[in-house]
């Protein structure tokens, strides 16, 4: 028993010896460490220069690289849209009445002006005549009216000469009476025969004045009956309805015999040639776009390309999206684009210096950011942020690169920048 207990206190001796005095090279050693095993070694001096030339270096990375130069390419807003026809109407009855007319089918072409809904005249001829028949009166009243006005100024000319009469009668009795030759009554009643004539003279006026009236109550008259005879006119003009422009009819005209109240629809006509593409442009192109631009469209469900230009760029922004409308006018003459179909549309605007470079050579650095890895000197590796300018069948436009650059296009993703590597040349695409 005491030689057990002597083991045991030199075992619990060493082991705190060992997590104590030796505790670095005692954890080592657990945990494999071969440098443990050597800890009261002396450590070996270092490589020589001259052994550190002998050894080989690690061999840098291959990659696909190819030499790309800037090229001057025409830049576009794409936009996604639609068709719109040029003039659309629906053509609607001003007047009451019943059709007469045979209805035209939809899909019809008419011509400007073509008939579209005849309606019945019921009694607006009579209207019309009895219209008529009171302006002849009335320009018989004013003839009338014209022949009272002369009689009436003769007359105050009659008055007038009566007038002068009298005063000189006046004028003598006056002095007769002042001489002793003539009784006080002659001059009393040459005052009277003034006044009397002073009195006709302005009745003779007022004559005048009231042929004058008469006249101008004729001219009023004859204003009247004119009017009536315009609406009546223009009341029967409303019975033919007549396409507004040339185009097609998108909806069956009036059926025969249907009453028409003003406001009815008579037909619907649209103008699809030319034709316009309707979209709206962000606040972020809106300076790229202006009205004579040259423009190009793809129906959405296939189909020729079509070309125009540009001939409205709204000036006030929609108050929900913050775009704003743009139209493109485009020729369509074999009426081959519809209303409403959805297109593509771009925009020519301004050139731009970009290179025409695979899609596979794009890639993102540790921030996210798009763009290309590209060699500097001495073959190291740098990061060029790019913008997309175009996608095409042959490749992507990109901007943002100096004028010519080195490309990588295969092993980009296992290089970094500041990395050098060993870079093997290819052919650029054209």
Request: net charge negative; aromatic share 4%.
């Amino acid at each position: 028993m005491r030689i057990l207990s002597i083991l045991a206190a030199l075992i619990v001796a060493v082991i705190v010896l060992a997590f104590t005095i030796e505790r670095d090279a005692t954890m080592a050693y657990l945990r494999g460490d071969a440098a443990a095993e050597t800890t009261d070694q002396p450590a070996a001096p270092p490589p020589s220069t001259a052994a550190q030339a002998a050894q080989p270096a690690a061999p840098a990375m291959r990659v696909v690289a190819l030499h790309s130069t800037a090229r001057d390419v025409d830049s576009a807003v794409v936009l996604r849209g639609q068709t719109q026809a040029w003039r659309e109407v629906e053509v609607k009855a001003e007047t009451s009445s019943t059709v007469m007319s045979e209805p035209l089918p939809k899909g019809t072409f008419v011509d400007a002006g073509q008939l579209l809904c005849k309606l019945s005249p019921g009694t607006r001829g009579a209207t019309l005549a009895e219209a008529r028949a009171r302006l002849s009166e009335a320009t018989a009243a004013k003839a009338t009216a014209e022949s009272r006005v002369p009689e009436a100024q003769s007359r105050v000319a009659e008055a007038q000469a009566k007038l002068d009469e009298t005063l000189i009668n006046q004028n003598a009795a006056a002095k007769l009476s002042e001489g002793g030759f003539a009784a006080e009554t002659r001059v009393k009643s040459a005052d009277a025969a003034v006044a009397s004539a002073r009195a006709g003279l302005e009745s003779a006026r007022a004559s005048v004045q009231a042929a004058k009236s008469g006249l101008q109550s004729a001219d009023a008259g004859i204003e009247a009956a004119q009017a009536a005879v315009a609406a009546a006119e223009k009341e029967i003009e409303r019975l033919d309805i007549h396409a507004p422009f040339a185009g097609l009819l998108e909806s069956d005209t009036a059926e025969l015999g249907s009453l028409m109240q003003p406001g009815a629809l008579c037909a619907t006509v649209i103008q699809l040639d030319p034709i316009k593409l309707v979209a709206f442009v962000p606040e972020t192109d809106v300076s790229r776009v202006h009205v004579g631009a040259m423009a190009g469209g793809r129906l959405a469900a296939g189909g020729d390309d079509v070309r125009g230009q540009v001939t409205f760029l709204s000036r006030a922004a929609d108050p929900v999206t913050r775009t704003f409308r743009v139209e493109i006018e485009i020729p369509n003459s074999d009426l081959t684009l519809r209303d409403g179909q959805t297109v593509e549309i771009l925009i020519a605007t301004d050139g731009a210096p970009a290179h025409l470079l695979p899609q596979s050579a794009l890639t993102l650095n540790d921030e996210g950011t798009l763009g290309l890895r590209t060699l500097g000197p001495d073959s190291v590796v740098q990061f060029q942020p790019v913008k997309i300018l175009r996608d095409t069948p042959d490749g992507i436009w990109l901007t943002g690169l100096p004028d010519a650059v080195d490309v990588i296009v295969v092993g980009q993703e296992y290089v970094t920048a500041g990395v050098t590597v060993e870079a093997t040349f290819r052919e650029a695409a054209e």
